[in-house]
């Protein structure tokens, strides 16, 4: 692995860093209204739940496009609401209100995506975030699955997710407290029961198994890009190691990549996770719509100060992939050697 030059200033230099891009961030979203803070983004999930009667209604035909519509409208919605409206309430970033923050974290997290809002927080924001590329700990090796090959990986497990989600979250259940566990387990089988009720009382679906068939086609609509994305922004990029983790701004900058703008992909899951995911890991409390808002500031103060700002196409990453799997996937990621950054 190519060692990381010194950056000029040593720890200090960066956390001075630091400071200053957080002064021009600031500046930036006290001069923003709340629509820009939280509204575009909250509007886009409400839009998403009024399209849903769109979509159940839509699958009650039996002409194949109308059909293949519905399940278009409703994954994409499904989506939407499971991951962009998740990841946002798991760092509180759609309402400033901690009650509110709280009640949409169990919706999103627990209702619409099936899994635990305690583990996700945990998972998501105090390892991933806090130990980003951090081997063992923050560096995304939770999708790592080295007993399967390539293609098998980049193209069937995807399918799994709508069933493993929920297993998963069983599974996470022994490790919370009983009184939340019963809270978990009640709102999970809410939200896939409210979406199997649906589908045969509004949808028409005449039995059982047609029903779960529609339910699996809509939750892995979009589970194909939403296992890459996860994989693409940080698998192949530095790790670290914990004693030897840089300081934040270099942790970030060098440990995290930008996708191009997408628009199916910047609807669903958001723009912190495809195009503004370098902004969003420096500044995990904002919205999509605010971090593609400080994006500019962002990427010029990175480029000023002689910082990397990893950006690549999804194709490129994913005939990456394809090409180097068993170096990426499934040996151990090697770790960077950091030269003047400790």
């Not at 956390?15 to 509204?39: F, N, P």
């Not at 994409?76 to 759609?94: D, E, F, I, P, Q």
């Not at 259940?173 to 089988?189: F, K």
């Not at 196409?313 to 499934?330: G, I, K, T």
Request: glycine content about 6%.
């Amino acid at each position: 692995v190519e060692p990381v030059e010194p950056a000029r200033g040593g720890a200090g230099g960066a956390d001075a860093m630091l400071r200053e891009l957080e002064a021009l961030v600031q500046d930036v979203v006290t001069a923003s209204s709340w629509w820009e803070r939280h509204g575009v983004d909250c509007a886009i999930l409400a839009l998403s739940l009024l399209a849903l009667p769109a979509g159940f209604l839509c699958l009650r035909s039996e002409n194949v496009l109308v059909f293949a519509i519905g399940v278009t409208i409703s994954g994409v919605c499904h989506y939407t609401l499971t991951v962009k409206g998740s990841h946002l309430a798991t760092h509180g970033a759609l309402t400033e209100s901690k009650r509110w923050s709280k009640i949409w974290l169990l919706f999103f997290v627990e209702v619409c995506t099936a899994f635990t809002a305690e583990c996700a927080k945990h998972g998501h924001v105090k390892m991933h975030h806090c130990y980003t590329n951090v081997v063992g700990l923050g560096d995304s090796s939770t999708w790592r699955l080295p007993c399967l090959n390539r293609y098998v990986y980049m193209f069937l497990a995807p399918l799994l997710l709508p069933i493993i989600t929920p297993l998963v979250a069983m599974e996470r259940l022994r490790q919370v407290e009983l009184r939340t566990a019963l809270r978990t387990l009640g709102l999970i089988s809410l939200g896939l029961y409210s979406q199997y009720w649906l589908l045969l009382n509004v949808s028409g679906f005449k039995s059982p198994r047609s029903a779960l068939v529609c339910m699996f086609l809509i939750r892995s609509l979009l589970a194909h890009p939403y296992l890459h994305v996860n994989i693409f922004q940080h698998i192949g990029l530095p790790m670290f190691s914990r004693d030897y983790k840089p300081q934040r701004i270099h942790m970030m900058s060098l440990g995290v990549l930008n996708l191009p703008r997408l628009p199916l992909l910047d609807w669903a899951f958001g723009h912190s996770i495809i195009s503004c995911h370098v902004e969003h890991h420096l500044f995990p409390r904002l919205s999509d719509n605010m971090c593609l808002k400080v994006k500019p500031v962002v990427s010029q103060f990175l480029r000023e100060k002689q910082l990397p700002y990893n950006e690549d196409s999804y194709q490129a990453r994913f005939w990456l992939f394809l090409r180097c799997y068993e170096e990426l996937m499934v040996q151990a990621p090697p770790i960077t050697e950091l030269v003047g950054l400790q």
